[in-house]
């Protein structure tokens, strides 16, 4: 291979969560990506025929049968990897079906993680060199690279995944038998109740199909179920007896087992309940918005005191009914389920451009853009009462702000950890839980206020007149006075076949009829790398008659086009 020539990755079920993580991954750190999955253009065998790494990532019930269709055609000097959460078979059945260098991967953490100190399981195969090669990239991603036999992985996994997948789902069939609303239990519950819950709704809401499988295909899996049920009914006829001695030496026994560990166990769940009942504001947004199924409003990036939360106070002052949620496509889901009438979203940027998680909303929204608000942004460094800041060792805000004020902290605090989190805010909840002076966050003033810490530094932004726009979307037609005498309009298009010049034809009709363009962006289409969506904004209406007719002749081009909408402009005042 010619060294300047980009390693191609294939994956063989792409476009599901995990084939998409695993695409960005290999995309970030400079491959070439193809994936095949359902409906798409490129078939497996092509797909292998082409690829220098083959990763197998599809449900486990076809892992085997995949595996076969491709592997004949996979190149001697290539390497087919699989991320299934069973290995014997797997690994035995990709040495077999193959020429080629072999490696399972069990990653053991959900792709709406970051691989970042998860641990990943390796079982070797055959080739050192491709071993090496993927560990090394697996490690740059922060991940915790582990080895084990293939056996034994199964082994350790019935009790990993099979017996604790059983004991969330059984616990929360029980809660159900019960017939006491599950709203019950989350509003008289402890954090440590609480965190019990947690982690047993985050099991349930992942796909039967994924976990039904690890629960079935592991053949060793009935074993360990059948000796939980021996240990359960054992335990349940001491409880019936009102046996405290035996009661004792079973609880004894348990805790000798887990020896040095359980005192482990009870100081880092100490740390975890403590984060939980920090974040009071935080909780709205998880189990509570997901329980409550809280209807009306304003859906808002949280928690309070974001961005987000300022703009929406200084562009919609009079609404108080607001719903806060972690994350863009949390606030876009709750939207699309009616849990929310309108939804502020921030857009774009002046320092760091579009936000992605956005384009991607508005892209499958069935509503469209009905404002856009210009609000500036003035971020400032601040820390607890007392802090300096030639003390600093560690900054948290949210990325987009971390990215925004990159030349002051570069000068001002070099040494300092860059540490991204969910959101300003929350970045303001972990210093005041944390009480260290030597922690600093970036946040705006208002909410340096509200928390009653101090300011370090002002205006640290990379441009003085930075500024984000915010895109409003409502449920109901709302009515906004115009800053300006015309609106802007946005749309989205894509191609269903690439071909040279199909993007310039678009864009020539639009000059044709004297339509200024303010902005082009692209999105990948998360279909196959190279494909992309087109999202473009221009001056004037896409209810006019000049602008239809332009809009005819690019879906006439072969483009499919879609109406984002078109809206006023409204400047802070």
Not at 418 to 443: F, M
């Amino acid at each position: 291979m010619n060294a300047r020539q980009k390693e191609i990755v294939g994956i063989v079920g792409g476009k599901g969560k995990m084939g998409r993580f695993f695409a960005h991954m290999f995309q970030k750190q400079g491959f070439e990506v193809f994936i095949s999955d359902k409906r798409s253009k490129i078939s497996n065998t092509e797909l292998a025929k082409k690829s220098d790494i083959v990763l197998i990532s599809v449900p486990i019930d076809v892992t085997t049968s995949v595996i076969r269709e491709v592997g004949p055609h996979i190149k001697k000097e290539g390497l087919i990897m699989d991320v299934t959460s069973l290995k014997a078979p797997i690994v035995q059945e990709m040495m077999r079906s193959t020429n080629c260098s072999v490696l399972g991967c069990h990653p053991m953490f959900a792709p709406s993680n970051s691989m970042e100190a998860q641990v990943c399981i390796f079982c070797e195969g055959r080739g050192k060199k491709w071993q090496k090669r993927i560990v090394d990239i697996f490690e740059k991603e922060n991940a915790l690279v582990r080895f084990l036999d293939a056996e034994k992985h199964d082994e350790l996994m019935t009790v990993i995944q099979g017996l604790m997948h059983f004991l969330d789902v059984t616990a929360a069939r029980t809660l159900q038998s019960t017939g006491i609303p599950i709203e019950k239990y989350f509003e008289f519950r402890s954090p440590s109740y609480r965190l019990k819950l947690d982690l047993m709704g985050r099991t349930l809401y992942q796909d039967a199909r994924l976990y039904g499988h690890i629960q079935m295909q592991n053949p060793k899996t009935s074993k360990i179920l059948e000796k939980f049920l021996e240990n359960a009914r054992e335990l349940t006829n001491v409880i019936e007896e009102k046996n405290f001695r035996k009661f004792s030496e079973f609880w004894e026994s348990c805790r000798e087992y887990l020896g040095d560990f359980a005192s482990v166990c009870q100081n880092e769940s100490d740390e975890v309940i403590n984060f939980l009942s920090a974040a009071k504001t935080h909780a709205k947004t998880s189990w509570g918005r997901q329980q409550q199924k809280k209807k009306g409003g304003l859906g808002l990036l949280g928690p309070e005191n974001t961005f987000s939360h300022l703009a929406a106070k200084r562009f919609l002052p009079e609404e108080e009914d607001i719903v806060f949620y972690r994350t863009l496509p949390e606030i876009f889901d709750a939207f699309s389920q009616k849990e929310c009438r309108h939804i502020l979203v921030p857009m774009e940027n002046r320092i760091e451009g579009s936000i992605g998680q956005t384009l991607d909303g508005l892209f499958n929204s069935h509503q469209m853009i009905q404002a856009l608000f210009r609000m500036p942004i003035h971020f400032v460094l601040a820390g607890l009462p007392g802090s300096r800041i030639e003390l600093i060792q560690q900054i948290s805000s949210h990325s987009q702000p971390l990215a925004q004020c990159s030349k002051f902290l570069s000068k001002s605090v070099p040494n300092a950890d860059l540490v991204p989190v969910t959101s300003t805010a929350y970045a303001i909840q972990e210093l005041l839980r944390s009480g260290k002076k030597h922690h600093a966050v970036i946040c705006s003033e208002e909410a340096v206020e509200n928390a009653g810490l101090q300011i370090l530094s002002r205006d640290i932004s990379n441009l003085t007149e930075n500024e984000t726009r915010f895109a409003f979307l409502s449920s109901q037609k709302m009515n906004f006075t115009p800053k300006k005498s015309f609106p802007i309009s946005s749309i989205v298009f894509y191609f269903d076949q690439d071909a040279p010049g199909t993007l310039a034809s678009v864009l020539e009709e639009f000059s044709k009829a004297n339509i200024n363009l303010t902005k082009i962006e692209s999105r990948p289409a998360g279909h196959m790398f190279g494909e992309y969506v087109f999202f473009l904004d221009f001056e004037g209406s896409i209810y006019n008659a000049r602008t239809q007719d332009v809009l005819q002749k690019v879906s006439e081009k072969g483009a499919h086009v879609k109406m984002l909408g078109s809206y006023p402009v409204i400047s802070e005042v």
